[in-house]
Nanobody, 126 residues
Framework: VQLVESGGGLVQAGGPLRLSCAASGLTFSWYTMGWFRQAPGKEREFVAAISTSGSTAYDVDSVKGRFTISRDNAENTMYLQMNSLEPEDTAVYYC????????????????????WGQGTQVTVSS
C-alpha cells in the first residue's frame, strides 16, 4: 500500500491550497480516508475524514468551515481543499487509510488508521 501526498507549499495567509493523496495497492473504495497534521513540537492531530460513501467529519475547532475533504474513487485520490489559510495551519499534512466498517464510517483517532503517507509540508506566512 502506498499513499502519496502532494500539493503542499508556501502560501500567504488568506490564500488557498489543495492537497491530494494518491493511493495505490489497495481497493480505494473500501477505505475510509483521513487527513491529519502535525506542527513542530505538537502531536499529530485530526483534520478531516471521509467515508466510503462520502460522509465527512471535521475537526470543527481548527477547520472552522475553511477546509473541504473529498474523494474520487475512480482516480483513487482524496483531496483537501484549504481556504483562508492561517499561520496556525502550518504543519506537515498526512493522509491515512482505514479499511471501512460501514459506508458512513469515519474515524478521528490516528490509532484507528491502517496506512499512512509520508506527509506534505504546508507553510502559511503572515
Amino acid at each position: 500500500v502506498q499513499l502519496v501526498e502532494s500539493g503542499g507549499g508556501l502560501v500567504q495567509a488568506g490564500g488557498p491550497l489543495r492537497l491530494s493523496c494518491a493511493a495505490s495497492g489497495l481497493t480505494f473504495s473500501w477505505y475510509t480516508m483521513g487527513w491529519f497534521r502535525q506542527a513542530p513540537g505538537k502531536e499529530r492531530e485530526f483534520v478531516a475524514a471521509i467515508s466510503t460513501s462520502g460522509s465527512t467529519a471535521y475537526d470543527v475547532d481548527s477547520v472552522k468551515g475553511r477546509f473541504t475533504i473529498s474523494r474520487d474513487n475512480a482516480e483513487n485520490t482524496m483531496y483537501l481543499q484549504m481556504n483562508s489559510l492561517e499561520p496556525e495551519d502550518t504543519a506537515v499534512y498526512y493522509c491515512s487509510a482505514k479499511l471501512s466498517r460501514s459506508p458512513n464510517y469515519t474515524a478521528r483517532s490516528k490509532s484507528a488508521y491502517d496506512f499512512w503517507g509520508q506527509g506534505t509540508q504546508v507553510t502559511v506566512s503572515s
